[in-house]
């Protein structure tokens, strides 16, 4: 850094500036003609590249380190043969220290952030770097050679601790999260953005990662528990799991904390007061909804998202798209996940659009003929269209897919007997439809595998419903509401995927069908939908076996669709 400032000095003292730079594009015009090069860099496939060692030993700091290089008498020091490097990458930042820019390829970005870190050229290091979190490419971020390269970088590049705050539930899993170091982690973990289901897996993810170098992590008990947000956390899980922790109740500072939240918690009320005097919500755990607006007079629809904020106990607004107004919405994309509200509109159809909000376009979906009451899932880039009835109640076991990257349907392999107003969701590869009509109400399952385009029939509900809304969580798949012949319903189940078993669960506490649902933070919300106080959402307590009234929807007139 002082090297910088008097570089600065010395250009605003002489006024050098302008100097400088034509100085620069005469070697770099000499570096292309091939004049005056009085050194060779070998790269790994045997490619020379003839350089001028001045500008070699100004601008990679590595080559100060080797003995003798810098002699300009030295006569065994013009060749330097860099073998864990290509010549693509070693034209590339050859091209950086004549230049000062490098134009990326893609493929090449993580082999000049290697090579950056090894020849120690910190400021191509940091360029490649911005480079590689702007692709954003999950295998290379997540790769074990990429993170220990970057690790000591994490702590102070902003992009870094929200690539890994954002995508923490991958990046936890793999071996390349026990390479960081005590700083990085908690750089990353300490983070309002940190996208977790729940306090829980922070918790856990923490003691995985001081678990794997006991000895000399377990020093760092005091900085994992700092950045735990208590007041998130259940307190079934504070007595069974954090306080039979030897390393935590050991720990004096630790148990000061607890002991202070456990005080701050006898003093108040049951409400969400002493939230906000000891921890801070972080963002995944507040319920967050795309409200579909198309009550504008003019030919517009809006998709607001909406954040309710638990501390002050409102709504508030995240970000709002605009499109042109459309008659058949099917879906919502968000994230690369599409919402489907077909409820919107009642008629059958052949086509329809979804709006796209990643990319603030809409896209056309269309099927093979009109249909009511069909089934819609999502599947990277295809929807599948299944069952439902066309004019005169026929075809319900009908199966098709649309794919954007083909532009086209295909029929796939129908389902038995039909279904129409089913619910469904997609777990490993397998598309789960739930109960729905086939001339009455039904309790079956059927299980659709995307890969081997067939069909097979599982234990089915404990009861008959359609138009109920499902959702997928720690490998079981709930259940709530939906319709019978006569009504809205309140009960409830739980799918145990793995042992194929299905389980009662508390009644809700009002009557709903088609709502959308969402799990944050150990609660299981129920939003929207029709049946008994609409406006009212339902949060189940996935801990506690228990239901309570959530927050009000703010406009009954609009669509809330949780996410």
Not at 42 to 65: N, Q
Not at 151 to 176: H, M, R, V, W
Not at 193 to 201: D, G, Q, S, T
Not at 486 to 501: A, P, R
Request: hydrophobic share 35%; glycine share 4%; proline share 2%.
């Amino acid at each position: 850094m002082e090297k910088d400032k008097d570089f600065l000095k010395w250009c605003d003292e002489c006024d050098r500036r302008s100097h400088s730079l034509n100085t620069m594009y005469q070697l770099k015009r000499m570096y292309e003609r091939k004049e005056m090069c009085d050194f060779i860099i070998k790269s790994s496939d045997g490619k020379e590249f003839h350089v001028h060692k001045l500008m070699i030993c100004a601008s990679i700091p590595y080559f100060h380190s080797v003995t003798g290089f810098c002699d300009v008498y030295s006569e065994n020091e013009n060749v330097a043969t860099l073998d864990m490097f290509s010549s693509v990458t070693i034209e590339l930042i050859i091209n950086y220290i004549y230049n000062g820019k490098v134009v990326y390829y893609r493929d090449a970005v993580s082999d000049v952030v290697y090579a950056a870190d090894y020849l120690q050229m910190e400021s191509l290091k940091n360029d490649a770097m911005e480079k590689l979190f702007n692709i954003g490419d999950k295998n290379t971020l997540f790769d074990k050679k990429v993170v220990l390269c970057i690790e000591s970088a994490i702590t102070k590049y902003k992009e870094a601790q929200e690539f890994y705050g954002e995508n923490f539930l991958e990046f936890s899993e793999k071996e390349s999260f026990y390479l960081l170091g005590i700083e990085s982690l908690i750089s990353i973990l300490d983070k309002d953005y940190l996208n977790v289901p729940n306090e829980e897996f922070v918790f856990n993810s923490a003691m995985k990662w001081m678990y794997h170098d006991f000895q000399n992590r377990k020093q760092y008990i005091s900085n994992i528990f700092s950045i735990l947000r208590i007041a998130y956390l259940d307190y079934s899980f504070i007595f069974n799991e954090i306080l039979s922790e030897p390393t935590i109740i050991n720990n004096g500072e630790v148990r000061d904390k607890l002991n202070k939240y456990f005080r701050i918690c006898s003093k108040e009320s049951l409400g969400n007061e002493y939230l906000s005097k000891f921890s801070s919500e972080r963002n995944s755990y507040q319920l967050k909804c795309l409200v579909y607006n198309d009550s504008y007079s003019g030919n517009t629809i809006s998709i607001e998202i909406k954040n309710f904020d638990q501390k002050c106990d409102k709504w508030v607004s995240h970000s709002t798209a605009f499109f042109e107004k459309t008659k058949l919405v099917l879906g919502i994309k968000y994230n690369n996940k599409v919402y489907f509200i077909q409820n919107i509109h009642f008629e059958g159809c052949s086509s329809g659009v979804i709006l796209d909000m990643d990319n603030h376009l809409t896209k056309k979906v269309f099927f093979s003929d009109d249909r009511f009451g069909r089934v819609m899932e999502q599947f990277k880039d295809k929807i599948f269209s299944i069952g439902g009835f066309n004019f005169g109640e026929k075809s319900k076991d009908l199966v098709e897919c649309y794919s954007f990257k083909d532009n086209n349907v295909i029929s796939l392999e129908p389902i038995s007997n039909g279904v129409s107003n089913a619910t469904s969701v997609v777990f490993n590869n397998n598309i789960y439809i739930i109960g729905g009509n086939q001339g009455e109400v039904v309790s079956n399952v059927k299980k659709y595998s995307i890969y081997r385009n067939v069909w097979e029939e599982i234990h089915p509900m404990n009861y008959a419903r359609y138009k109920a809304s499902a959702i997928v969580y720690n490998n079981r798949i709930f259940v709530v509401g939906g319709n019978s012949l006569v009504s809205e319903l309140k009960s409830c189940e739980v799918h145990d995927i793995e042992q194929g078993v299905w389980s009662d669960i508390p009644d809700m506490p009002y009557n709903r069908a088609g709502a959308s649902l969402s799990i944050k933070n150990n609660f299981l919300y129920v939003v929207g939908g029709f049946g008994e106080e609409p406006n009212q959402i339902m949060k189940y307590n996935l801990l506690q076996s228990t239901w309570n009234k959530g927050p009000l929807l703010k406009d009954p007139k609009l669509r809330y669709i949780a996410i």
